[in-house]
């Protein structure tokens, strides 16, 4: 069982609030990743982060930025919530080498609905 | 551009059938590709996956994939399905960038219902 976690599991919050989406593993790993999951659509990833101190962009645009202070730990902020940011983000986190990289270990996801 | 192609939307079989699920994958080079399975209020959990070597490979719970380069195909098989297995399935290519972070693009995901 994958030791990744994400919290809140579920938020419901008003336009134009600021928010965070905590995400925290315990394996180590340098690498990690923050997707957006629409129903019907593919996972977009939208941020991801090779290890401390270093975060990109992934391939959709989005709003939310992100921080990686400590290895653990890779956090999402919205700064100022609207409806369109409704969905569900996924945290994830993968080993060290390519081989490893593809198993993605993923968090429970955190449902964002903006009213 | 890489893409991955899942052309059900859902699915669905009755316990104990066989099952396959399809994808279609755009890449250039020798894909990575992966299937990844995600029950109700879960996240993502790796079935199996494929880099090189025997193009039939085996996953958990049961599960199988046979990647054939010439059809672009890695479909997922299981040769009698459980109601356990009701969750949505998603195929998944991959890229080497170099040894950097490596990207997964994953499809839009099929829905599986078992019926008793």
């Known amino acids: 069982e994958a030791d990744i976690y994400q919290t809140p599991r579920y938020l419901v919050i008003g336009t134009g609030k600021k928010i965070t989406l905590e995400c925290s593993q315990t394996?180590?790993?340098?690498?990690m990743y923050w997707y957006q999951q629409d129903p019907g659509m593919e996972l977009h990833l939208i941020h991801y982060?090779?290890?401390?101190?270093?975060?990109e962009k992934g391939d959709l645009s989005s709003e939310s930025t992100v921080s990686r202070i400590r290895t653990e730990h890779f956090p999402l902020t919205l700064e100022s919530a609207r409806p369109s940011h409704t969905s569900q983000y996924l945290c994830a986190s993968s080993g060290p080498t390519w081989k490893d990289t593809g198993e993605l270990f993923f968090g429970e996801g955190s449902r964002l609905t903006v009213l | 551009a890489q893409s991955v192609t899942q052309p059900d939307i859902h699915i669905t079989v009755s316990e104990g059938a066989s099952l396959e699920l399809r994808c279609n994958y755009s890449y250039g080079a020798t894909p990575y590709l992966f299937w990844y399975v995600q029950s109700p209020g879960q996240g993502l959990q790796l079935l199996l996956k494929?880099?090189?070597?025997?193009?039939l490979v085996q996953g958990i719970k049961g599960f199988e994939a046979e990647f054939k380069r010439s059809q672009s195909s890695f479909n997922l098989r299981k040769p009698s399905v459980h109601w356990s297995d009701a969750a949505e399935y998603f195929c998944?290519?991959?890229?080497?960038?170099?040894?950097?972070?490596?990207?997964?693009?994953f499809g839009t995901g099929t829905l599986l219902a078992v019926q008793p």
């Open positions: 998944a290519v991959g890229s080497n960038y170099g040894g950097a972070t490596n990207k997964l693009i």
């Open positions: 394996m180590g790993h340098d690498k």
């Open positions: 494929y880099f090189s070597g025997d193009t």
């Open positions: 982060s090779y290890g401390v101190n270093s975060t």
